[in-house]
């Protein structure tokens, strides 16, 4: 495919192109993308902020009537869109197109969220008076997106933006920009007037501060260190900044819990997506007694698993995204490695049919909380187990960790489940179901470092996407 950006309903070249390669073989060319550099990415805010009063001005039914097409539009193509995610991303044809329908179902929340927005009427405290709290669009927004979601996360970001009654300017990740310009020509093709939607594709760093500071709000998902500087960069400009970070999401297997479903629960969790979510489970936490035999039953899955092309029949996992994450992920096992602990399962790449980024799923034991690979986010298929005497200890290691994503516990106890959830620190627990797989209907989202400034997807979501606007009204006494 050949993408350009997206600049007030123009599709426009760029200063060069970008090339992709699909990592379950690298021979394969994916796509080339027109590459913007800073003064398109402020033609792409103008245009944005021109459009602005109109789209928010627009009749609201209309919006979520288009929105819904969107919706429509993205399910019809769903396996166009989740093939194409697979070659680029690395992801089976399975989790593709199940993130494809997903990005579909999020259009049609965000269609009935336009009708749902409300206020709050409130009595004056002075005779002859009211007060009126309202929500209004931010205005202009940029979208920065990471690589891992490629649909679902630009979807999720411009759904919600749209409804709200914003205009947008996306920057999707260079790795994987394809899905965008899908989205985008998507977008065009269901009437979106221009400028409304604005695509740009570049370097994040030579883009972000025009992005960033041109634009009333931004909304990023990415590693915490980018965040970091995003949010500096927001700083200057004092621009409204929501980020969506990094996780070293911990799941406690405590001795009570049902060993089959734990294991489970464990597999998915920490290997499903090849390890590649934010909300993977990248800490796995073990009660002494229970410990040994699911260690041996996961071990004996892990390595079960079968890694080959995206593509593939019966691919269970796929390849490594990029190449410097397949660099970050040996460096890990080369740091366990060399810190003295027993690797049960994996620990080395994969030959398969085609030259592609493969690494077998990996399972350390014998590791403990401060040792790097439980300190650092992975973002592969790298886990590490650490031994716990009880649930205390359990709790404490989960919590003793700076990013606070989500959080798992398999148990049958509902006291010590509830103990749990009450006390871990986390933006999302999970009770007997994998750290990872959110639903779109609900908040979702970290605590600081792992997120910050109000959570995506579900009707919290106008928090972020609008300002509240408090009016005092004398209407004098009647
Ligand atoms: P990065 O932080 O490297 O990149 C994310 C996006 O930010 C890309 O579009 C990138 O552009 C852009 N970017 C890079 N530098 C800057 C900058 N200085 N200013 C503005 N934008 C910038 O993340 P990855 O793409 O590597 O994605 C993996 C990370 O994302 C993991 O840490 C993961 O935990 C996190 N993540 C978090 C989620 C959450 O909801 N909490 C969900 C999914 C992922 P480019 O790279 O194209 O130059």
Redesign the pocket.
Known sequence: MYGKNLIDGQWRDGNGTTVTHNPSDLNEQVGTYAVADRSMAAQAIESARKAAPRWAAGNIQQRADLLRGVGDAIGARAEEIGLLLSREEGKTRVEGFAEAKRAAQVFYFFAGETLRQNGLFLPGLRDGHNVIVSREPLGVVSL??????PIA?PAWKTAAALAYGNTVVL?????APGCSVLLARILTEAGLPDGVFNLVM????????T??NGADGVS????????R??LQ?AALSMTKTQL????KNPLVVLDDADLDQAVQIALDGCFFQTG????ATSRLIVTRKIHDAFVDALAARVRALRVGHALDEGTQLGPVA?AP?LQKDLMFIERANNDGVECVAGGTRVECRTPGLYLAPTLFIGTHNAMHLNQH?V?GPVVGVTRVDDFEEALAVATDHELA?TAGICTNDLRTAERFRHGVRAGMVMVNTPTAGVAYHAP???RKP??FGGR?LGAGAVEFFTEGKTSYIHHGVI
């Open positions: 920065i997106t990471p690589w891992n979601f996360v920057k999707p990740s260079e790795f570049g370097n994040g760093r030579e883009l972000g501060p992005l960033i990023f998902t990415g590693a915490t260190d980018t965040g500087a995003v960069q969506e970070l990094g996780g590649q979510r934010c909300t990029t994450q986010e973002f994503l979702f989202g970290g792992s997120g995506e």
